[in-house]
T-cell receptor, first 113, second 113 residues
Framework: QQQVKQSPQSLIVQKGGISIINCAYE??????FPWYQQFPGKGPALLIA?????SEKKEGRFTISFNKSAKQFSLHIMDSQPGDSATYFC????????????FGQGTELSVKP | DGGITQSPKYLFRKEGQNVTLSCEQN?????MYWYRQDPGQGLRLIYY???????QKGDIAEGYSVSREKKESFPLTVTSAQKNPTAFYLC????????????FGPGTRLTVL
């Protein structure tokens, strides 16, 4: 199975709250899991990425949690700010496929002031 | 500045016309990709190329064509055979040693009149 399933489709969070976006995959051969952030009318930009040999990676207010046995990974945005309002995509790939990414459907995050 | 450029930013075409979208990168990346983005559907892979003079179909290649004559350039032609071409088109690239990270261009919004 090549799919990556992402939820929720949209999310509204109050300023200062925690935003949580979840992704699930089937293919256990995936070994690279990035998250991308996209603002309207712009191309996506890499936010943070993780390999399956670690369970968590943190960069500033952004954390990826990875559960290999459940085949799930999630993005946590702490102290969410209105400037975080964007669409977020999870993705997965295998090293031996030359960087080809399989993307989730995307989550539109809105942070209310 | 290193990066990926796409032109034009907005493109209008009449039904039945072919149109070519430009993608150029100066990152010295071997691999390049074309995605189509529709509202609520995430990123769908059209074509990708891992080396000059070679390219592979993605998930939705019908009605599209590409060429890869130079490492820096990967133009996409939307042909009249594409039944619903109105969309946001994104080009990306990645190179060895970038942990499969894809870097995206700013996108071209194509509207068929």
């Amino acid at each position: 199975q090549q799919q990556v399933k992402q939820s929720p489709q949209s999310l509204i969070v109050q300023k200062g709250g925690i935003s949580i976006i979840n992704c699930a995959y089937e293919n256990t051969a995936f070994d690279y899991f990035p998250w991308y952030q996209q603002f309207p009318g712009k191309g996506p930009a890499l936010l943070i990425a993780i390999r399956p040999d670690v369970s968590e990676k943190k960069e500033g207010r952004f954390t990826i949690s990875f559960n290999k046995s459940a085949k799930q990974f999630s993005l946590h945005i702490m102290d969410s700010q209105p400037g975080d309002s964007a669409t977020y995509f999870c993705a997965a790939s295998r090293d031996n496929q030359g960087g080809k990414l399989i993307f989730g459907q995307g989550t539109e995050l809105s942070v209310k002031p | 500045d290193g990066g990926i450029t796409q032109s034009p930013k907005y493109l209008f075409r009449k039904e039945g016309q072919n149109v070519t979208l430009s993608c150029e990168q100066n990152l010295n990346h071997d691999a390049m990709y074309w995605y189509r983005q529709d509202p609520g559907q995430g990123l769908r892979l059209i074509y990708y190329s891992q080396i000059v003079n070679d390219f592979q179909k993605g998930d939705i290649a019908e009605g599209y064509s590409v060429s890869r004559e130079k490492k820096e350039s990967f133009p996409l032609t939307v042909t009249s055979a594409q039944k619903n071409p109105t969309a946001f088109y994104l080009c990306a690239s990645n190179g060895q040693g970038t942990m499969n990270t894809q870097y995206f261009g700013p996108g071209t919004r194509l509207t068929v009149l």
